[in-house]
């Protein structure tokens, strides 16, 4: 099936720094689509970005489908972007599960 | 508001005794799925539905069951827990649109521990 690989694993920030997540994965996506996961557990949808680019804020994405990666910008950091990102894929047969990466563990500290 | 809504958020039960998590959606979603998440191994899918009446096991669907009669509504039965289920469980649905699907929603979660 489909990997999904993300990188870092691992990133701390000062606040008001800029940080870009990556998302490589195997084969060609229907779906594609970056989670934020809080201190609390809950499980944010941040976009939906099986191709081009998006911004909402001081976070955007952008997917090139033809290199089979992803991209996601933190500009500005605050302490409130603590937490994990994921990336979640659907692969070209539809209908299919979202097969996750492992995530980055992003803390911002003051 | 669109959401999914789990319930119980947090449950602590002993080995062997029946329990269900129900999941609601209000979007009118045809697909829907249960995950677990689990330290040092992430989100794994345990079932997943794309219509009513239609389910299929997922990654890790040992001890579980499924139901889904109604295209709101896919409850989670544990029929004989065990302490390795003690996990945090996420429901998520999400649209299809023809030969694909759309961005997927995720439940605020239920963290069961058995003991």
């Known amino acids: 099936g489909i990997q999904v690989e993300q990188s870092p694993p691992d990133l701390i920030l000062q606040e008001g720094a800029n940080s870009t997540l990556r998302c490589n994965f195997s084969d060609s996506v229907n779906n594609l689509q970056w989670f934020h996961q809080n201190p609390w557990g809950q499980l944010i949808n941040l976009f939906y970005i099986p191709s081009g680019t998006k911004q909402n804020g001081r976070l955007s994405a952008t997917t090139v489908a033809t290199e089979r990666y992803s991209l996601l910008y933190i500009s500005s950091s605050q302490t409130t972007d603590s937490g994990v990102y994921f990336c979640a894929v659907e692969g070209r047969m539809g209908n299919t599960p979202l097969v996750f990466g492992k995530g980055t563990r992003l803390s911002v500290i003051a | 508001e669109a959401q999914v809504t789990q319930n119980p958020r947090y449950l602590i039960t002993v080995t062997g005794k029946k329990l269900t998590v129900t999941c609601s959606q209000n979007m009118n979603h045809e697909y829907m799925s249960w995950y677990r998440q689990d330290p040092g191994l992430g989100l794994r899918q345990i079932y997943y539905s794309m219509n009513v009446e239609v389910t299929d096991k997922g990654d890790v669907p040992e001890g579980y069951k499924v139901s889904r009669k109604e295209k709101r509504n896919f409850p989670l039965i544990l029929e004989s827990p065990s302490p390795n289920q003690t996990s945090l469980y996420f429901c998520?649905?999400?649209?299809?649109?023809?030969?694909?699907?759309?961005?997927?929603?995720f439940g605020p979660g239920t963290r069961l521990t058995v003991l």
């Open positions: 998520a649905s999400r649209n299809r649109r023809g030969g694909y699907t759309d961005t997927q929603y």
